[in-house]
Nanobody
């Protein structure tokens, strides 16, 4: 099992930046994949970015070139650097982890981008 705690959300103007953090309760070195989903009001949860155990990354088209996912295995933390934010990025952002079996989720952090 692994517990995930997100932080770093908030209110920002369009064009601004935020960095989300996802702290894991144990080492993330062997976790197969971690990443971020988001869910806007009235919409389905959307995969935003993923980073694998080998360091490979993947992004949804809507955030490519603006968001960067990274991880610090020493700190057992995954980050999502979000630049050039747009109002349509407004959502609750959830961290997830896939150790070996099952998927674990954080509680979510709200990101609001004003126009």
């Amino acid at each position: 099992q692994v517990q995930l705690v997100e932080s770093g959300g908030g209110l920002v103007q369009a064009g601004g930046s935020l960095r989300l953090s996802c702290a894991a309760s144990r080492s993330i070195f062997s976790i197969r994949a971690m990443g971020w989903y988001r869910q806007a009001p009235g919409k389905q949860r959307e995969l935003v970015a993923t980073i694998t155990r080998t360091g490979s990354t993947n992004y949804t088209d809507a955030v490519k070139g603006r968001f960067t996912i990274s991880r610090d295995t020493a700190e057992s933390t995954v980050y999502l650097q979000m630049n050039s934010l747009k109002p349509e990025d407004t959502a609750v952002y959830y961290c997830y982890a896939v150790p070996v079996v099952g998927v674990y989720w954080g509680q979510g952090t709200q990101v609001t981008v004003s126009s």
